[in-house]
């Protein structure tokens, strides 16, 4: 298990962008595939992206294709997400998490979880 530490989140006017940090600590960082996702008020947990291990291959929900990138530097530990064009309705908190020797878009495919970091966009 990684135990993660997000960071990087705030309050930002529509059309802005954020940058999201996770550091991870624990052995073997670039064993691990890393992902993002977020939970709105009311609403169920969603996938943002994922990443793998060695940061070549990612994924990402159809509602973040082409403004969100996720990206990762296994010599510090962390994984990043880049957030531009944001909207109100990525409005969330943004968890970081991440799993050895598996890959999907489902919460329950991941092990490690970050306490979440607080998005907010507003209009």
């Known amino acids: 298990q990684v135990q993660l530490v997000e960071s990087g989140g705030g309050l930002v006017q529509a059309g802005g962008s954020l940058r999201l940090s996770c550091a991870a600590s624990?052995?073997?960082?670039?064993?691990?595939?890393m992902g993002w996702f977020r939970q709105a008020p009311g609403k169920e947990r969603e996938f943002v992206a994922v990443?793998?291990?060695?940061?070549?291959?990612?994924d990402y929900a159809d509602f973040v294709k082409g403004r969100f990138t996720i990206s990762r530097d296994n010599a510090k530990n962390t994984v990043y997400l880049q957030m531009n064009s944001l909207k109100p309705e990525d409005t969330a908190v943004y968890y970081c998490?991440?799993?050895?020797?598996?890959?999907?878009?489902?919460?329950?495919?991941?092990?490690?979880w970050g306490q979440g970091t607080q998005v907010t966009v507003s209009s």
């Open positions: 990443v793998s291990g060695g940061g070549r291959t990612t």
């Open positions: 998490t991440a799993v050895r020797n598996n890959w999907g878009r489902r919460a329950a495919d991941f092990t490690s």
């Open positions: 624990g052995r073997s960082f670039s064993n691990y595939v």
